[in-house]
C-alpha cells in the first residue's frame, strides 16, 4: 500500500478503517464481499473521510492483528483465511488485512445466515447480494450452468422436440458461410438435446426441458427479452424509438441486430468504378456483440439484455458480471468463459459463433480498421457493457463518403414479436402496409431496382416505390436524392404530374 493509493481514496478492492471497530460486523460484510468477488485490502488507520494515515497504536498493534485475523476466521462461512501485515507509513504503522478471492462462493456472514449475510461489492460499497446473485455464485463455483438446470415443473413432447430440432437445422443450414459447411451439418436429435443440457432426465425415467431450453425458445416472456432503444443525445432521458423483441432467440437476436443497423449511418466508398455501401460500425461485430451478450446472460437477475444506441456510441449491456477468473485484459487476449453453455452448443451448431474467445479480438481488430477508437468495456459488477463509439464531426473516416445515409426511420409496423403501445394521429396521411423483410445486403441492388423500375414506369410514386421494395419513406427519398445527385435520374415535371427520366444506370 503506498501513499499514492490511499490517497486515491476507496474503491471496488480497498476500504479504509481508522481503527477496528469493537463490531466485528461492521467490516465483516466488506471481508465477504472481497471473498464473492475479486479480493481486496481492508486498511486499518487510516480515515476514509480525509484519507489521513493516523495509524494504529504500536503497543496494541499485534494484538489488534490477532483479534482481525480470529474475528474473520471465526465469523465467515466458508472460513475465510486473511492475510493480516503491518505497514508503516509516514513513521505511523497501519495493518493491512488482504482478503482473496474466494474459491467456494458464496461467502456469509455466519451470524447472518445465507440469506442475509452475503455481500456483493458494487461501486466501492458492500451490498447484500440477494437470493438470485446468491444463487449465481454457487452454480459458478460449483462448475455447473443454471441453463442446464432441470425444470421438473414442465414437460415437453416428442412433437415439441422435434419441431425444435427441425428449426435448428433450418436456422444452421441459413447460417452457413459455404456449400461445404452447409453438408456438414447433421440432424439434431433428442439424445443431442439432453448431452447439450437442453432437455434433461428425472430419476424417474421422464424427459424435462431445463432453463436452456425455456430460455432458448423465449418462454419465459420477462427474462427472455432482448430491449432495444435509440436515444437523442448521449442520455436515456429521450427516447427517439423503442422495441422489446421476445420469441426464439436466434430469432431475438437478429432483430436486434436489424434494428442497430437501421439506426445507425450508413455510408459509401468508391472501389474502382464501384459503389460499396459500409456502416459507420463493424456490423459483424455488433452481431457478435449481441449473441455474446445472450450467451453470458445471468438468467437468474431480474433484468434483461439492453441495446442502445446515443449520438455518440452504442452499448450494449449484459445482466451478469465478469466470470470468475476473467479480467478485461484477459478478454481483449481472447479469454472466454461461457456463463450459458447450453445455449452456447446451440448457438454454435446454429452457426451463430465461430471459434470460442474470437470476438473480443476481432472486434478490436475491426474498430482499429474503421478507424475508430477502442471498445470500452465496463464491468458493472452484476453486469457488463461494451461500448462502441461512433465517429464524430472532427474526426473523419478514412471512407471516402460519396453520402452519409441516416438509418431508417423506425417501422411503425411490428412483427409479432415487438411489442409496442399503438399509436394513432387523426388526419395522418396513412402509408401502405408493408410486412417487413430484411433488405438486401448490397445496397447496390435496391439501387439499381429503383432506376428500372423508373426507367419502365416513369410515373411511379414515391408511395409504390417504398411498398414493392419494402423501404421507408426516409430511405426511399434519400436514394433518389442520391441518383439524381450523381446524374443517373432526373424529375421533369410536378411532384404530382411530373415523371423520372434514366439518364444512365449504374
Known amino acids: 500500500m503506498t501513499i499514492e493509493e490511499i490517497l ?32 481486496g485490502r481492508i486498511v486499518f488507520g487510516v ?53 482473496s478471492a474466494g474459491k467456494q462462493r458464496p461467502y456469509y456472514i455466519k451470524s447472518l ?14 451490498r447484500p447480494a440477494g437470493r438470485d446473485l446468491t444463487a449465481e455464485m454457487y452454480y459458478e463455483d460449483e462448475g455447473r450452468s443454471y441453463d442446464k438446470v432441470i425444470r421438473k415443473d ?34 439434431v436429435t433428442k439424445n443431442v438435446l439432453l448431452s447439450w443440457g437442453l432437455l434433461a432426465e428425472a430419476e424417474d425415467g421422464s424427459i424435462h426441458p431445463t432453463n436452456g431450453y425455456v430460455f432458448l425458445l423465449g418462454k419465459d416472456e420477462f427474462l427472455s427479452q432482448i430491449q432495444c432503444g435509440m436515444f437523442k443525445g ?36 468508391l472501389e474502382g468504378i464501384y459503389r ?3 456502416y459507420e460500425l463493424p456490423p459483424d461485430s455488433i452481431r457478435e456483440l449481441i449473441i ?14 439492453q441495446v442502445a444506441i446515443y449520438d455518440d456510441r452504442l452499448e450494449i449491456t449484459s445482466p451478469g458480471g465478469l466470470m470468475p477468473g476473467v479480467t478485461l485484459d484477459k478478454m481483449k487476449e481472447g479469454y472466454s468463459k461461457i456463463r450459458n453453455r447450453a445455449l452456447a452448443h446451440a448457438f454454435s451448431y446454429m452457426n451463430l459463433i465461430e471459434a470460442w474467445g474470437s470476438g473480443i479480438p476481432k472486434l478490436l481488430e ?26 464524430t464531426e472532427d474526426k473523419k473516416s478514412e471512407i471516402t463518403q460519396v453520402e452519409l445515409i441516416a438509418g431508417d426511420e423506425p417501422d411503425r409496423e411490428h412483427s409479432e414479436n415487438e411489442k409496442e403501445p399503438k399509436r394513432s394521429q387523426k388526419g395522418a396521411k396513412k402509408e401502405p402496409k408493408k410486412s417487413r423483410k430484411r433488405e438486401p445486403k448490397d445496397g447496390a441492388e435496391i439501387r439499381n431496382g429503383i432506376l428500372q423500375r423508373m426507367q419502365e414506369n416513369p410515373a411511379i410514386t414515391q408511395l409504390k416505390l417504398m411498398e414493392e421494395f419494402e423501404l421507408t419513406r426516409k430511405r426511399v427519398q434519400i436514394i433518389i436524392k442520391d441518383l439524381q445527385k450523381n446524374g443517373f435520374v432526373e424529375r421533369q415535371g410536378s411532384n404530382r404530374s411530373g415523371k423520372w427520366v434514366v439518364k444512365k444506370e449504374e
Open 234 to 269: 448521449t442520455t436515456r432521458a429521450v427516447f427517439i424509438d423503442k422495441r422489446e423483441y421476445s420469441g426464439p432467440l436466434w430469432k431475438q437476436i437478429d432483430d436486434a441486430f436489424q434494428f442497430v443497423l437501421r439506426n445507425i449511418h450508413l455510408g459509401a466508398r
Open 366 to 391: 475491426s474498430m482499429q480498421e474503421y478507424g475508430l477508437r477502442e471498445p470500452e468495456f465496463c464491468d458493472l459488477e452484476i453486469g457488463f457493457r461494451i461500448n462502441l463509439y461512433r465517429k
Open 276 to 278: 460499396k455501401d459500409i
Open 8 to 39: 486515491a481514496g476507496e474503491s471496488k478492492n480497498v476500504e479504509f478503517k481508522v481503527q477496528r471497530p469493537k463490531d466485528s460486523s461492521k467490516y465483516m460484510k466488506t471481508v465477504v464481499a472481497f471473498s464473492n468477488g475479486e479480493g
Open 113 to 126: 445466515g445465507i440469506k442475509d449475510g452475503t455481500y456483493i461489492r458494487v461501486s466501492g460499497t458492500s
Open 47 to 99: 480515515d476514509d473521510g480525509s484519507r489521513k494515515v493516523v495509524g494504529i497504536p504500536k503497543d496494541i498493534v499485534f494484538s489488534e492483528i490477532d483479534a482481525i485475523t480470529t474475528a474473520i476466521s471465526d465469523s465467515c462461512e466458508p472460513v475465510v483465511i486473511p492475510d493480516v501485515y503491518l505497514q508503516s507509513i509516514d513513521d505511523k504503522t497501519i495493518i493491512i488485512a488482504e482478503i
Open 154 to 187: 414442465l414437460t415437453v413432447t416428442d412433437e415439441e422436440i422435434a419441431e425444435l430440432c427441425h428449426q435448428m437445422k433450418e436456422v444452421a443450414v441459413a447460417n452457413a458461410k459455404s456449400k461445404t459447411q452447409t453438408e456438414t451439418i447433421r440432424n
Open 292 to 305: 455474446n451478450a445472450v450467451m453470458n446472460c445471468s438468467f437468474l437477475q431480474n433484468s434483461r439484455i
